[in-house]
C-alpha cells in the first residue's frame, strides 16, 4: 500500500523539496524498514512523507510525524496496511489522513479492526465502507462499545433490517452521539407509531432522512403538528414527506415561499393543494421556483393551475431536466408522434433512463431533431 506514496513523493514539484528540506531542520526523520511480506524487500519511507503526502499543512504534518516517532512510527504502516485490505483506494487513503491524520496514531488491531468488522458485519460493502469513512471520519474515533455499537441497537429497533441501518449510517450528518441518539429518535418514532405511522413509512423515514429522526424532540412534535393541521393521512408516505419538508423549512420561510408562488399566480388554496400533492418543491429555494416559474410561464405558456398539478417540476434541475425535456416533448407533439394532451407529470416524474428510451431513443429514426434537441439543451 505504501508505494504509492512512494511514487507520490518521487513526482512531486521541486516545493515538495523545499518543505521537505526545511521540516529536516526542526525534525530528524528516520527511515523506516518495512518488514510487512507485502512491501518489496529494501523499501523505505518515514512517517512526516506519509502525511505530507496527504496534503495537509507543513505545520500539522511536522506535528503529527513528531509524535509518530515518539509513538511508534511502524504503526503508521499496519494501519495503511489495514486500511488496504477492507477496501480503501491510494486516494480515499490520502483524504482519510488528510482530515483524521491521528487515524495513524491508531492502534490497527485493537481499535480498528474491530470497528471495521463490525461495519462490514452489518452490511457495508467493500466499495461502501471506504467511502462511508472517507465522509464521516469520525466514526473511527468513536468508542465501539460506549458509542457505535450501543447507537446501532437503537436505529436497529426502528427500521426493518441491517440494510437499512446501513442507509441511515449513510445518509445521517449528526456527530455520532449515542445520547443525542437515544434521547431524540426513541420519543420521535413513538409518536408517529402512536399516530399509526406503518413500520414502511418509519423506515422510510429513518433511513433517508435520519436529520428528522435525530431532530431535538420539541421540534419534531411542533412539524408533526403540522402535518397533521394539514390533513396528511398518516397511513401514507405523504405523511412523511411533509413532515421532512416542515422540518427543514423555517415559519419565515414557508410564509416568504407562499407569497413568492403568489406572485406567480397561485392562490395560498392552489399553493396547499400543491404542497399536499409533492410535499419536497416547496424544500427549493425562491430563486429556484421563480426561475422555473418564469420558464414554464413565459417559455413554455403554461398557466399557473397546469404548473399545480404537476408541483414536482419546481424540485427538478431547470437546465438538467426541465429545459430538455419540454424541448423534446414540444418536437414530439408538434410532429404528432405523441398526444397533444399528455400530462406533464407523464415525462417529468420518471427517470432520464426511461424518459430517453420512452421519448429519445424510440424516435430518432423517425425524428432525427429530438436527440439533437435534447443533447444541445443538456450542453447548454
Not at 254 to 278: M, P, R, T, Y
Request: aromatic share 10%; proline share 5%.
Amino acid at each position: 500500500m505504501h508505494h504509492f506514496l512512494l511514487a507520490r513523493l518521487t513526482t512531486r514539484s521541486p516545493h515538495f523539496g523545499v518543505l521537505c528540506h526545511n521540516a529536516i531542520l526542526f525534525f530528524n526523520s528516520r527511515t523506516l524498514s518495512v518488514s510487512n511480506t507485502k512491501h518489496h524487500k529494501g523499501d523505505t519511507f518515514n512517517s512526516f512523507s506519509i502525511i505530507n503526502s496527504c496534503g495537509l499543512s507543513p505545520k500539522t504534518a511536522l506535528e503529527f510525524s513528531k509524535r509518530l516517532e515518539l509513538k511508534n512510527p511502524d504503526g503508521a504502516n499496519a494501519v495503511i496496511d489495514l486500511l488496504g485490505n477492507y477496501g480503501f483506494s491510494e486516494t480515499q487513503l490520502c483524504s482519510l489522513v488528510k482530515k483524521l491524520p491521528s487515524v495513524l496514531l491508531s492502534n490497527p488491531d485493537k481499535t480498528l479492526l474491530p470497528k471495521l468488522k463490525f461495519f462490514r458485519s452489518i452490511g457495508f460493502s467493500p466499495t461502501d465502507l471506504p467511502t462511508f469513512l472517507v465522509r464521516k471520519p469520525t466514526f473511527l474515533k468513536s468508542s465501539l462499545e460506549k458509542t457505535i455499537r450501543p447507537c446501532y441497537v437503537v436505529i436497529r429497533s426502528l427500521v426493518r433490517c441491517d440494510k437499512e441501518v446501513v442507509s441511515t449510517l449513510k445518509n445521517g450528518l449528526w456527530h455520532f452521539n449515542s445520547r443525542n441518539v437515544v434521547n431524540n429518535s426513541l420519543p420521535n418514532i413513538e409518536a408517529l407509531r402512536q399516530l399509526g405511522l406503518p413500520q414502511g413509512s418509519i423506515s422510510l423515514l429513518v433511513a433517508n432522512f435520519p436529520s428528522v429522526t435525530f431532530m431535538k424532540h420539541a421540534g419534531f412534535v411542533e412539524a408533526v403538528e403540522k402535518v397533521k393541521e394539514m390533513g396528511f393521512d398518516p397511513l401514507k408516505t405523504s405523511f412523511v414527506m411533509a413532515l421532512k419538508a416542515f422540518a427543514d423549512i423555517s415559519e419565515a420561510s414557508w410564509k416568504s415561499k407562499l407569497e413568492v408562488l403568489e406572485k406567480c399566480g397561485w392562490s395560498s388554496d392552489i399553493s396547499l393543494l400543491a404542497f399536499k400533492k409533492h410535499p419536497q418543491f416547496m424544500v427549493s429555494s425562491e430563486s429556484k421556483i421563480l426561475k422555473i416559474m418564469s420558464f414554464l410561464t413565459k417559455d413554455v405558456g403554461l398557466a399557473p393551475e397546469e404548473i399545480a398539478r404537476c408541483p414536482a417540476l419546481l424540485k427538478c434541475n431547470l437546465e438538467k431536466t426541465v429545459i430538455p425535456r419540454f424541448a423534446v416533448i414540444k418536437i414530439l407533439k408538434r410532429k404528432g408522434l405523441i398526444k397533444s394532451d399528455l400530462k406533464i407529470s407523464t415525462f417529468i416524474k420518471i427517470s432520464e433512463k426511461v424518459f430517453l428510451e420512452k421519448y429519445v431513443t424510440r424516435f430518432q429514426s423517425y425524428e432525427p431533431l429530438v436527440l439533437a434537441a435534447y443533447k444541445g439543451q443538456k450542453s447548454n
